[in-house]
């Protein structure tokens, strides 16, 4: 990229992060310091403004890059992304938005512990909740390290290692300093810039295609060197036996995981009421299903215009493909409406990084600070607000640490592929808990710890031992072979696992149900009655 892309995008990154900076001192300076304050905004959010923040926290850069990036380099086959993520949020609509708001506090831990024993429940959803966002966080960090090694014409390794420390230390500091209510604006923020922007790209393509989709589909399959077979299941999870499961593990860990998803479920705290969550998941909905359209056009669009060969030459996993597709949209490199476009739509991208990473930091130290922390202290002493803060806000900077180091470590791997990983781990570990907790009168304690472990354990476990790590030459160690689970998503086999570690956990235990315990916080789940 040449010098006038360089400049006018690192003007855009700089104006939006002083922009996200100057809400966070402005909220650091007008907050309460209590925990009701730093982890949930005080509830004082709207359905409309939390409906915006639940879309800017889940339209990632995964969602962005990711997937466009998928769809131009296999088609048909990349769109199941975006019809896994979208889909997705009828479970969370339908079996989980009011009932978590109802039930819970702070964290998913919250809504287990409402009828369990607290201690070991607190501790195994903690695990697991940091387990999740920290993958989560490591598929935003490639996504800036992408992006910004195609603005600096895709040479300096070193540029990406830095922008990757840079976008971790913004998140410590949005989170430390802000807390969910400067976490939230950044997110609405984001959210209208990143709609504006795909909305922007959408008409620029169709319009290159005089508004005829079969004539861009057709393009995109002439180009793509596969014909027809663009256009149809079986080009990236086709032929063989393992990748046609592993498309079936891929759909349900994105149609199961969203509902375990920590950043999302803390999201319904910051709303006054249940029917405020509802409202919020309603409008989410809408602007999250709109995009996800138009990501399916901007995929199909970088492939006809771009081709996947171009596409591929500047980031083997397709990450830039969207950036490149602005570029060509507003004139060709070097002109001047191509310039101004690819570094709208690289700041955008950026601006999409660095909210969502405020988003998971806040919800990851959330679980350390409020489950973790407070169980692990003395029994018989509860941790008092001001301290259990201070600990959230210092286990964000080591939360951004551990992101960093895996996301220069997994640098050249397709980021929508690895925010599948962490559905899959989500669905797996913090799912089967929170149904069983809902809606199972006989749950026991030892069914919730054994269904959070029964389900992580195995999936972490499996994605060490795939292809995903090593085996192959696209994985994380392409020179060393310890592969022995032939997948590349473990969720076929972790989310099953997950259920039935619960139930065996339960039928097994000594503990008699506390039936009185249930109907309680079912009460409490279906009509609001003593919900915080």
């Not at 493909?321 to 001047?336: F, N």
Request: hydrophobic content about 55%; overall charge positive.
């Amino acid at each position: 990229m040449n010098g006038d892309h360089q400049t006018l995008a690192l003007l855009l990154f700089s104006a939006f992060i002083a922009v996200t900076l100057g809400i966070t001192t402005w909220v650091s300076r007008n907050r309460r310091g209590s925990a009701e304050e730093f982890y949930a905004g005080g509830r004082l959010f709207s359905p409309l403004e939390n409906g915006f923040a639940i879309a800017g926290d889940y339209m990632s850069a995964a969602s962005f890059l990711g997937i466009s990036g998928l769809i131009a380099l296999f088609g048909y086959d990349g769109m199941l992304y975006s019809v896994g993520f979208l889909v997705a949020w009828l479970v969370v609509l339908l079996l989980v938005a009011e009932l978590v708001r109802n039930c819970g506090r702070f964290t998913l831990a919250d809504v287990v512990a409402a009828r369990m024993a607290e201690r070991p429940v607190r501790i195994a959803a903690g695990t697991s909740s940091v387990t999740v966002s920290v993958l989560y966080l490591v598929a935003q960090m490639v996504g800036a390290g992408s992006l910004v090694a195609l603005l600096l014409g895709g040479t300096s390794e070193a540029a990406r290692s830095w922008t990757v420390i840079g976008v971790g230390a913004l998140m410590v500091i949005y989170v430390s300093l802000g807390g969910m209510r400067a976490t939230t604006w950044i997110q609405i923020v984001k959210a209208v810039l990143l709609m504006a922007g795909t909305i922007t790209l959408t008409v620029l393509v169709l319009l290159r295609f005089h508004g005829d989709f079969n004539q861009l589909l057709a393009t995109a399959a002439e180009r793509s060197g596969h014909g027809r077979d663009f256009l149809a299941p079986g080009l990236r999870y086709g032929g063989e036996w393992t990748s046609r499961l592993d498309f079936i593990s891929l759909g349900v860990a994105l149609v199961l995981g969203t509902a375990g998803l920590p950043h999302i479920l803390s999201r319904f705290y910051t709303v006054p009421t249940a029917r405020a969550a509802r409202r919020s998941v309603v409008w989410a909905i809408g602007l999250i299903g709109g995009f996800y359209l138009m990501t399916i056009v901007l995929g199909f669009g970088a492939a006809a215009i771009i081709g996947p060969d171009a596409v591929r030459g500047s980031n083997a996993a397709g990450n830039t493909a969207v950036p490149l597709l602005a570029l060509d949209l507003g004139g060709g490199a070097g002109s001047t409406g191509g310039t101004v476009l690819f570094a709208i739509v690289a700041a955008v991208a950026f601006a999409t990084i660095l909210a969502v990473v405020a988003g998971i930091t806040l919800a990851s130290s959330a679980s350390v600070a409020h489950d973790l922390y407070a169980s692990l202290r003395r029994r018989g002493r509860r941790a008092k607000p001001y301290s259990e803060v201070t600990v959230a806000r210092l286990s964000a900077a080591g939360i951004g640490v551990a992101a960093i180091g895996l996301g220069l470590l997994a640098r050249d791997l397709n980021v929508a592929f690895l925010v599948g990983l962490a559905f899959a781990v989500a669905a797996s570990a913090n799912l089967p808990v929170l149904l069983y907790s809902l809606f199972w009168r006989n749950f026991t304690t030892r069914g919730a710890v054994w269904s959070v472990y029964g389900g992580l354990v195995p999936a972490v476990l499996l994605v060490v031992l795939s292809p995903v790590v090593s085996g192959s030459p696209e994985a994380l160690f392409p020179g060393v072979d310890f592969q022995v689970f032939p997948l590349q998503n473990p969720g076929v086999v972790s989310i099953p696992l997950g259920f039935l570690a619960g139930w065996i956990g339960t039928v097994t235990s000594s503990e008699p149900p506390d039936v009185a315990r249930h109907a309680e916080t079912e009460v409490r789940a279906l009509t609001g009655a003593g919900a915080v």
